[in-house]
């Protein structure tokens, strides 16, 4: 005959109430970013194929999800501008009147002081060529000028309201790059989200439909290696030595060793993006019946904020911000 247990940890699981008073990792609307597309040249929201939900919206419409998410108790957008024309520098991303940097002047307007309006400062969207940066005679990313575009790219932004500029292009030194430059601007106010630990993944390719890409190729060449641990860390020490405020792991699910180990040291807030490919897997397999659609929205979230992201940045971020003010987190 066996003895009965001494240790019964399923005490604490007996009730919603018991699991909710030991949960050890809470979600709150706060810590949600949303990511948003603006699109130049539309009069209406264009939905995109790959994303079922999610859209392109026009000057107008992004006012309405500005709203939505305050509403929500989003803690911030971030915004990617979707260009009618394109070249090979990128002449639309330091247009003061190109759609990204119009676009924050109404988000901040449309805002106020409700959430934190963030700004992706990458060249990928407006080049013909869809790679991050310039290229060279030989067709290879020019990490140095590519710096001084960034530099400029940084000052338009600020000055069009961003109050958090993600700089996603993983050059060397751009960190340091545009910290300099905004301070030596008068913008010094103007905080830096480094996307630090960004791997070359399979799963953005929603997200290039999202932004229309013309990427031809991969970006294997200043991107990190999805096998490489430990030089997410490094990436991420050596952009909060350069003067990060924020510092970033992408993508989040697959990559939640490494966020947890930029997490274990980092001297500044650590954010994960959950990206395209994520929120598609899952879309198609609550839509298939396959799974239970929020359950499996709210875990996914719940494991990247448990690996040590302060921040998310989700598609789903005014969706599940609603719910979680409703009380149907779980």
């Not at 050890?24 to 810590?31: F, G, I, M, N, Q």
């Not at 399979?202 to 990190?224: H, I, K, M, N, W």
Request: aromatic share 6%; hydrophobic share 45%.
């Amino acid at each position: 005959m066996s003895s009965a247990p001494a240790i019964r940890p399923r005490r604490l699981r007996q009730s919603p109430a018991l699991r909710r008073l030991v949960s050890e990792t809470r979600l709150h609307p706060a810590d949600l970013v949303l990511p948003i597309f603006v699109r130049e040249g539309v009069s209406e929201a264009v939905p995109i194929a790959s994303m079922p939900g999610v859209v392109q919206h026009s000057l107008e419409s992004v006012k309405g999800a500005v709203a939505e998410a305050a509403e929500a108790g989003v803690g911030g957008v971030m915004l990617f501008g979707v260009p009618e024309t394109r070249d090979a520098i990128g002449s639309g991303a330091t247009d003061a009147d190109g759609i990204l940097n119009v676009a924050t002047r109404i988000v901040r307007e449309e805002a106020g002081d409700a959430l934190v309006v963030q700004t992706d400062l990458c060249l990928d969207e407006f080049t013909d060529h869809g790679h991050c940066g310039v290229l060279d005679p030989s067709g290879a990313v020019d990490n140095d000028a590519t710096l001084d575009r960034y530099r400029e790219m940084a000052l338009v932004q600020a000055a069009s309201g961003s109050q958090l500029l993600g700089l996603s292009g993983m050059m060397d030194g751009q960190v340091a790059a545009v910290r300099h430059t905004l301070d030596a601007a008068g913008f010094a106010d103007t905080a830096i989200l480094a996307y630090s630990a960004k791997y070359a993944s399979a799963f953005y390719g929603p997200f290039r439909d999202a932004v229309e890409s013309t990427l031809e190729g991969d970006r294997r060449s200043y991107q990190l290696d999805p096998g490489n641990r430990r030089e997410g860390l490094r990436e991420a020490t050596i952009d909060i030595q350069e003067g990060a405020d924020v510092v970033m792991v992408k993508p989040a699910g697959g990559y939640l060793d490494v966020l947890a180990d930029v997490a274990a040291v980092s001297e500044v807030p650590v954010w994960a993006y959950q990206v395209s490919g994520e929120y598609a897997m899952i879309e198609a397999a609550a839509m298939h019946g396959w799974i239970d659609r929020r359950r499996a929205i709210i875990e996914s979230v719940r494991s990247i904020r448990r690996a040590g992201a302060d921040a998310v940045l989700t598609y789903w971020a005014s969706e599940l911000a609603t719910w979680i003010r409703n009380g149907d987190e779980a």
